[in-house]
Every structure is written in structure tokens, then in C-alpha cells.
């Protein structure tokens, strides 16, 4: 399809999850303007700042234009031809000597279709299933404990619900109200829902803008809400608030959950959590007594060492109380068939295979952990999609030293990264603007597919991922792998099971492919799971040698009986994300670097007062891992003794310390690999003036 002959243009964005629906304003060729489109499904007229200043993203004078090559220290402008002959003849010599599988796909956080497949077709063709990315950071561990539970992931039913718990979720800023659904105006979803008279319960270490109209906030301590979920339990069983007959009817396990939970008090979750047992109470009966209640459980979930079984038992309590599937609870809204890749090699195995059975993928820290000791083999070359490895897993500088260990480092950018600097090769992609691309959503009305659309031409010699990929499996002798040739036979690949093609997007911006949203499908279909129910009682996880309940863990391995270390390093750091950037995204475009210029520490006054530290002054802060400088917000927005600091900084030319430069990537989740990159003890000091 050639560029659309017209002003304005609708399309979406993909600057995040959010995917709104957005109008481009072209004219003679240039991007001017973006605004809402009021008639999206997916925001109905929302836009954010970084939407808006899409023109200066695409028009950025650092945009990678032509592919380069490190030489002599430094990089240099090559050909396309040079650069796809480079690439084919490192990547048949590296099969050749070490096999196929020694090559990684690395993607990031999946924003878009292109985002969650560029490469992976390639991968599949040269004989390799190894992918990384921020998966065991993002979503895995839940996707895991869901799928091992009822069978996959819940949406809140805000539309109808009597009671919310956003629970280590920032919405208001994330702009994430769901996993991958559409909710309209979502800008409103909670505050409507308020107005309805529906509760708030906000569970977050920060005051939050939530906060401002919650009912009831409880300011837990960084990743100690395994606790919280299982004293809730332990009041709503005890106190006989769950639903019985659902429990009876549609679960397993409950009798030994019930002896389980018994030394999970309040009273006892009062010392772990830094919460009072009262309010424990108090939130397990506001949660489990207003029905229909639905938890938008948020990211936070997935950045600690116990990841999979506090989302297990955040999962269970939905289930219990009767909230599962039920109008106004956590409800399955409709999915979407999307057609998979084709040339699966087989006989290979995933490197994290018997580590991370359950896993679909590697965990960043395990595959950092192949590359440095060589076991179960040593990966030698990597992809980088779409992402920003060595600045988003926990311990950066083991990170870089991984990623510098590398025989053959390619990075696909629109930008230079921090990880771009370590490439032995970069080539540059066309932005979102400048090829075509789509999205699936889910939502009560059905789930849809909406077009994002090439509104300009590419940024110097920038290319679709799609293109490239193909051109070099053609140089390899690859080209039969793949189902399609270029970015559109792409798209219609992945539609064909939807029954549209890309053409069907002429007249229109939003097709819907599936019936709208059905409640309790349970009473005909039973639960995805082998029993058909839900099981609080795994019997998945007991054949993997996991606790088939969720058992109680403690955090802070390397400070378990060392009051030496806890003395030094007091303080218990977590991290934020500002609304205006997108994890390491954006510091380049000065109207939204305005808004937030550098990184912050947010320290309580108690603290900042004890170490004679003033707002605005610059800090240092250490880790068993590492130090950074950072400048300090003095506020009471959270508790003595944690400190927040601002993440995604420390691209070249930032100038904003990297916070992961702190975070341990030694103490993992067992089931998916997570770590606590959202967690980390620190001592923080002011830097001498
Ligand atoms: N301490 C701490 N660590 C964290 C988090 C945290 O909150 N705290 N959050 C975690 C989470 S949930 C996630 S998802 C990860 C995020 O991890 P990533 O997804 O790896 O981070 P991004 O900065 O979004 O990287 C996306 C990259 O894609 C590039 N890009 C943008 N558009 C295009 C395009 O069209 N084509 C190509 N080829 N590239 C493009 C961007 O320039 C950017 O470099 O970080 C994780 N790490
Ligand atoms: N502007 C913007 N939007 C984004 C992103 C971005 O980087 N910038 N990233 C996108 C991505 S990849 C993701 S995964 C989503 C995530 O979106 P959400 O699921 O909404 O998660 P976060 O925005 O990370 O908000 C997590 C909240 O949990 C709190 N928190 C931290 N630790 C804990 C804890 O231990 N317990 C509890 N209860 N709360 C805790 C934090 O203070 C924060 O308020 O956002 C997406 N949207
Ligand atoms: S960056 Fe802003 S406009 Fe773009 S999808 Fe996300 S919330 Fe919507
Ligand atoms: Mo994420």
C-alpha cells in the first residue's frame, strides 16, 4: 500500500501499551501534527504528551539514518549491502563452528506488533529459538501463575465493578488500565467507577495520584505484598467471607489452602509489611464483602525474587471470593487467533530449558549467566529488537560486561542506545510513522485489530524490520522460511486467521474479528486448566518441584544474618517510571525532557534530615552492586526508610544516572527468573558541596 494521499490520517500509536488511536497530519510529505482520534476504540480522543510530540520523535536530529559499523573504537557509515553481507557471513561462520542456537533474538517491552516479531522469523529460519527480552520483568511471572491457576490472564471489568484494588499499578501514569484491552476513554475508567459509587482501595509504597480518591490506600514496603495476599487470605477463609459455593463447585485445593494460610495472621504480616494488622483486616473484608471486586494487579508484581507465587496468591484470592469471570470481577475478555511462525527448528533446546522449564523464553540474568561461565553452552551472537538491554535488567554493569563478551552484537534501533554503543553492527528502523504495522486488542465489544499506517516516508536510509530480515535470510539462503517477503505480506500473515487482509483496512481504521465479551464461561467451558477448575492446589507446579501452594519466602538473600550489611545499607530502595518517558525512551525530545530534566530520588524528610540532605541537592546513593548520583526530592509521598528513584536514564547524552546499576540480578524468582529491580538496599549521602 503506498502512503495515504491525504491530511489527515488516522493510525495509532505505539509509543506504549496503550496503543491509542491517533490522527496524523501530513502535508506535502511531512508529519506536522498529531492529534486524538475521538472515534478510536482503544482512547476515544485520549492522547498523552508523548503522542503529541510524535513529529519531534520521527524529525529528531539523533535518529539513526544509515546502517554503521564499529571500527577503530568508533562507528562508521556503511552500505545497506555492507552491512546485510557483514551480518550474513558473521552469522553462517558462528552456526558453522558453534551452532545454531548460539544466536539470540533480544526484543523489549512488545508495544507493537513489529516490536513483539521483528527478527523472530529470522531466528526460527537460522535454526535458533532463543529469545530474551523483558518478559521475565514485565508479565511472565503472572502470565505463569495465571496459566498454572485458571488458564490465563484476567482484565478488570471496570464498566461494572463495586469495588477496585489497584494493586502495584500506576495507571494515571502507565496509562495501562488492562493487559492488552481496549477500554475507550480510559483516562476516566477509574474516577467514572468512583463517581458510580464504586471503592478504591490503592496498595502501593507510593502516594499516588490514586490515592487523592481512594477509600483506603495501604503504603506497603517495596515487595512485601506476598505477605499482604496471604493475611487477606488468611481473614477472608477464617472470617467465611469467600464465595462457597464457587469454592466447592469450581476449585481444588481449598481444604489444604485452609491449613496453609493459618500462620499467615495479620498479625504476623503486620512485621513484614510495615502495614497495621487492622488495616489488613479492614481491606480483606472491604475487598472480599463489596461484589462484584476486581484487582488490577500491575507490574509491580513482576520485579521481585518472589514474583510467580505472589501473583499465585493475588490469583487465588480473585478466585475465592468469587470474582473470577463473574461481570464486574476479573473477566477473560475475547481473544484473538494470530497465526504463528512457521519453520520451528526441532531438537533445540532453549538455554534456560531445565532451569526455567515453565518460562516461554530466557530470563535476561540466566542468559548473562551462559554468556559469562559457558554452561549450558555460551551464546555467541544477538539481535537486538526494539530494545535497551543493558540499561533494564538488574545489574547493568554485569549486563554490559555480558553483552561485551558477545562474538557478534547487532542492534536494531531507531536510536544510538546505551546498548546500540556496544554493537558491532547497527542498523536503523523506520519509526512507527514510517511503515506499516497493527495491533490487536481485546475489549468488551469484541476484540479488534487496528492499523497502524505508514503516514511518511523513512528517516534517511531507515528500514522495516521486516525488509531487513528478509533481505539477510535472502543473503544466508534462508529466503524459503519465511511466509512473507516484506512488512505487508507480514501483516497479512498474522491476519489470516482473523479473516481480513491488509486491504480491508482502506475504508476502515478498526476491525472487530471476534463476538463481544461473554461472562462466566466456566458453567460451559470449565477453567483452561487439566482439571478444568481452578487450582489453588497446583498440581503443575508440584511436578516441577515448585510449591504446589504459595509458600512464604523472605527477600534479601545476601543480607539474611548480616546485621553488618543491613547497618551500612538501611534503606530500601525501589524504582518509578515518569509518566512522560517510556522505560529508557524520549530523553532526547526536548519538550518532554523539559517536564521531567533528570532523575530523582524521592527520600523522606526523616531521612533526608538525618543525613543533612535538602531538596534539590545532588545525593549519592550505593548498593552491594553499585553507586550513582542522583538529585534528591525531599517529600513525604512514601515511607521512612524507602527511597524511589526515577528509571530509564543513562542512554548516551542523558546524562541521568541508570538506576539498575544498583539492582542485583543474584537473587531470582524461581519459577520465571525474575529479579529485584525493584528492590534494592541502599545507603544514600550527600555529596559534598
Ligand atoms: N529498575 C527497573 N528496571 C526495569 C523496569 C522498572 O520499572 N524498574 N521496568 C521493566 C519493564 S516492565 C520493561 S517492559 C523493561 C523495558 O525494557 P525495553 O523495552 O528494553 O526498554 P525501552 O526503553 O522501551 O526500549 C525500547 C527500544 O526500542 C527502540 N525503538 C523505538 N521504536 C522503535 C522502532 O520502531 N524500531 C526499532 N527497531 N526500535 C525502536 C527505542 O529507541 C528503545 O531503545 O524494563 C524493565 N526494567
Ligand atoms: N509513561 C509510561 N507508560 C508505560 C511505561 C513507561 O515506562 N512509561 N511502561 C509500560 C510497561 S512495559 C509496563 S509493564 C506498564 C506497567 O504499568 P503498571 O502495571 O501500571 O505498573 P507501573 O506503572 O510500573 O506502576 C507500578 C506501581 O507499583 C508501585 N510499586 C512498586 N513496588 C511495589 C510493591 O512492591 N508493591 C506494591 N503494591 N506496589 C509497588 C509503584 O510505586 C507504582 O506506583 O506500563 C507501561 N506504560
Ligand atoms: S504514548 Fe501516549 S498517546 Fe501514545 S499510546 Fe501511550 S498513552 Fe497513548
Ligand atoms: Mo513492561
Redesign the pocket.
Known amino acids: 500500500m503506498a502512503v495515504l494521499n491525504g491530511t489527515a490520517i488516522p493510525t495509532i500509536c505505539s509509543f506504549?501499551?496503550?496503543n491509542c488511536g491517533i490522527i496524523a497530519y501530513v502535508s506535502d510529505g511531512k508529519l506536522h501534527r498529531i492529534k486524538a482520534d475521538p472515534d478510536h476504540p482503544a482512547s476515544k480522543g485520549y492522547i498523552?504528551p508523548?503522542g503529541t510530540a510524535a513529529p519531534k520523535v520521527v524529525y529528531s536530529p539523533d535518529r539513526l539514518k544509515y546502517p554503521l559499523r564499529k571500527m577503530n573504537g568508533g562507528f562508521q557509515r556503511i552500505s545497506w549491502d555492507e552491512a546485510l553481507d557483514i551480518m550474513a557471513s558473521r552469522l553462517l561462520e558462528i552456526r558453522e563452528k558453534y551452532g545454531a542456537e548460539t544466536l539470540v533474538r533480544c526484543g523489549g517491552?512488545p508495544?507493537s506488533g513489529a516490536a513483539w516479531d521483528g527478527f523472530m522469523q529470522f531466528l526460527l529460519a537460522y535454526g535458533s529459538i532463543n529469545t530474551v527480552g523483558?518478559g521475565h520483568?514485565?508479565?511472565v511471572p503472572r502470565q505463569i501463575a495465571y496459566e498454572a491457576t485458571y488458564g490465563r490472564m484476567t482484565e478488570v471489568d471496570y464498566k461494572h465493578t463495586r469495588c477496585m484494588v489497584v494493586?502495584?499499578?500506576?495507571?494515571a501514569?502507565?496509562?495501562?488500565y488492562g493487559q492488552g484491552v481496549a477500554y475507550g476513554r480510559f483516562s476516566r475508567l477509574i474516577s467514572d467507577a468512583k463517581l458510580r459509587g464504586a471503592k478504591l482501595i490503592v496498595?502501593?509504597?507510593?502516594r499516588?495520584d490514586l490515592v487523592d480518591i481512594a477509600d483506603k490506600w495501604?503504603a506497603?514496603?517495596?515487595?512485601?505484598?506476598y505477605a499482604?495476599a496471604l493475611a487477606m487470605l488468611n481473614v477472608i477463609i477464617n472470617e467465611g467471607l469467600y464465595d462457597k459455593e464457587f469454592v466447592d463447585k469450581w476449585t481444588i485445593g481449598f481444604d489444604q489452602l485452609t491449613a496453609h494460610v493459618q500462620r499467615f495472621t495479620p498479625e504476623w504480616a503486620q512485621g513484614i509489611t510495615g502495614l497495621e494488622a487492622s488495616d489488613i483486616r479492614e481491606v480483606a473484608r472491604m475487598y472480599a464483602t463489596t461484589r462484584p471486586a476486581a484487582i488490577?494487579e500491575?507490574?509491580?508484581?513482576?520485579?521481585?525474587p518472589n514474583a510467580v507465587q505472589t501473583a499465585r496468591a493475588i490469583g487465588i484470592l480473585m478466585a475465592i471470593t468469587g470474582n473470577l469471570d463473574k461481570k464486574g470481577g476479573n473477566v477473560f475478555f475475547p481473544h484473538i487467533r494470530l497465526p504463528g511462525f512457521t519453520n520451528r527448528p526441532s531438537g533445540v533446546k532453549r538455554i534456560s530449558a531445565d532451569t526455567f522449564p515453565l518460562f516461554p523464553g530466557t530470563p535476561v540474568p540466566h542468559l548473562v549467566d551462559a554468556i559469562l561461565n559457558g554452561k549450558p553452552y555460551k551464546p555467541r551472537a544477538m539481535i537486538v529488537h526494539h530494545g535497551n538491554p543493558a540499561l533494564i535488567n538488574a545489574d547493568s554493569t554485569r549486563t554490559i560486561e555480558a553483552l561485551r563478551k558477545l562474538d557478534f552484537l547487532v542492534v536494531c534501533d531507531i536510536f544510538k542506545t546505551a546498548t546500540a554503543e556496544l554493537a558491532d553492527i547497527i542498523l536503523p528502523e523506520t519509526s512507527d510513522l514510517e511503515r506499516y504495522d497493527y495491533r490487536w486488542y481485546a475489549s468488551a465489544e469484541g476484540g479488534f485489530i487496528a492499523l497502524g499506517r505508514k503516514v511518511i516516508e523513512p528517516a534517511g536510509e531507515s528500514r522495516p524490520v521486516f525488509d531487513i530480515e528478509y533481505e539477510l535470510a535472502k543473503r544466508m539462503g534462508l529466503a524459503s522460511a519465511f511466509p512473507w517477503t516484506d512488512t505487508e505480506g507480514w501483516i497479512n500473515h498474522r491476519l489470516k486467521a482473523s479473516g481480513i487482509t491488509l486491504e480491508d483496512f482502506k475504508e476502515k481504521s478498526v476491525i472487530y474479528v471476534t463476538p463481544p465479551i461473554e461472562y462466566e464461561k466456566y458453567l460451559r467451558d470449565g477453567f483452561n486448566t487439566p482439571s478444568g477448575k481452578v487450582e489453588i492446589y497446583s498440581k503443575k507446579f508440584s511436578d516441577h518441584g515448585y510449591s504446589p501452594l504459595p509458600e512464604y519466602q523472605e527477600l534479601d538473600k545476601a543480607f539474611a544474618g548480616r546485621p553488618d550489611l543491613l547497618e551500612n545499607y538501611p534503606l530500601i530502595g525501589?524504582?518509578?517510571?515518569?509518566?512522560?518517558?517510556?522505560?529508557t525512551?524520549f530523553r532526547n525530545i526536548p519538550v518532554l525532557r523539559k517536564k521531567e530534566p533528570e532523575p530523582l530520588i524521592r527520600i523522606h524528610p526523616v531521612d533526608a534530615q538525618s543525613r543533612g540532605i535538602k531538596g534539590g541537592e545532588v545525593t549519592k546513593v550505593d548498593s552491594l552492586k553499585g553507586t550513582i548520583e542522583v538529585t534528591a526530592k525531599v517529600t513525604d509521598e512514601i515511607s521512612p526508610g524507602v527511597v524511589?528513584i526515577d528509571?530509564?536514564w543513562g542512554n548516551p547524552g542523558d546524562q541521568g544516572a541508570n538506576v539498575n546499576v544498583l539492582t542485583s540480578d543474584e537473587e531470582r524468582d524461581l519459577i520465571s527468573g525474575s529479579t529485584p529491580n525493584?528492590?534494592f538496599r541502599c545507603q544514600v549521602t550527600r555529596v559534598g558541596s
Open positions: 506504549c501499551h496503550a498523552c508523548k517491552a508495544v523483558a520483568l514485565c508479565h494493586w502495584g499499578s500506576n495507571p501514569d502507565s496509562r495501562r496498595i502501593d509504597p507510593r499516588i495501604l506497603i514496603e517495596p515487595g512485601r505484598d499482604l488490577r500491575g507490574n509491580f508484581v513482576d520485579m521481585y525501589t524504582t518509578r517510571r515518569p509518566g512522560v518517558y517510556t522505560h525512551r524511589i528509571f530509564g525493584r528492590r
